[in-house]
């Protein structure tokens, strides 16, 4: 609501949740479809919980500095920016996740080794070429 006058003034006006007397103080009040936003805030959190996102490291990122809600807003806010360049230009959204980190991918592979020799497996892990490997992206 605005801060400038009393809840019971008559001059108050708003519109979809918008002030028109003081338009500064409620510049930042969020003027939206209902349904859109609550979709935007279910991605968000959605997005929030799933590991290797890039939207779990600007929560993450977030979090500590602005609190849980504006943290989901906040990612609400990149995906709905993203929705809108893939709709209005054009581009292709590619979802990155983590960069692999050498170190623990060669533990995993030993681990996976090692769980297929215990199933009764022969295996020998040889690394390939890095010019003929294929991209480890997943």
């Given at each position: 609501m605005c801060a400038s006058l009393p809840q019971d003034s008559?001059?108050?006006?708003?519109v979809h949740r918008k002030c028109f007397v003081c338009p500064p103080?409620?510049?930042?009040?969020?003027?939206?479809?209902p349904t859109m936003r609550r979709l935007l805030n279910q991605m968000a959190h959605a997005a929030a919980k799933q590991n290797g996102c890039d939207f779990q490291i600007l929560?993450?990122?977030?979090?500590?500095r602005?609190?849980?809600?504006?943290?989901?807003?906040a990612v609400a806010h990149r995906?709905?920016?993203w929705i809108w360049k893939v709709l209005h230009e054009g581009v292709r959204y590619v979802h990155r996740g983590l960069d692999l980190n050498p170190k623990a991918v060669q533990q995993k592979c030993r681990r996976l080794g090692a769980e297929l020799r215990l199933l009764g497996y022969k295996v020998d892990l040889t690394p390939l070429d890095t010019?003929?490997?294929p991209s480890m992206s997943m």
């Amino acid at each position: 609501m605005c801060a400038s006058l009393p809840q019971d003034s008559k001059q108050h006006v708003t519109v979809h949740r918008k002030c028109f007397v003081c338009p500064p103080l409620c510049a930042r009040m969020f003027v939206c479809n209902p349904t859109m936003r609550r979709l935007l805030n279910q991605m968000a959190h959605a997005a929030a919980k799933q590991n290797g996102c890039d939207f779990q490291i600007l929560f993450r990122r977030l979090l500590p500095r602005l609190g849980y809600k504006k943290a989901i807003w906040a990612v609400a806010h990149r995906i709905c920016r993203w929705i809108w360049k893939v709709l209005h230009e054009g581009v292709r959204y590619v979802h990155r996740g983590l960069d692999l980190n050498p170190k623990a991918v060669q533990q995993k592979c030993r681990r996976l080794g090692a769980e297929l020799r215990l199933l009764g497996y022969k295996v020998d892990l040889t690394p390939l070429d890095t010019a003929t490997a294929p991209s480890m992206s997943m």
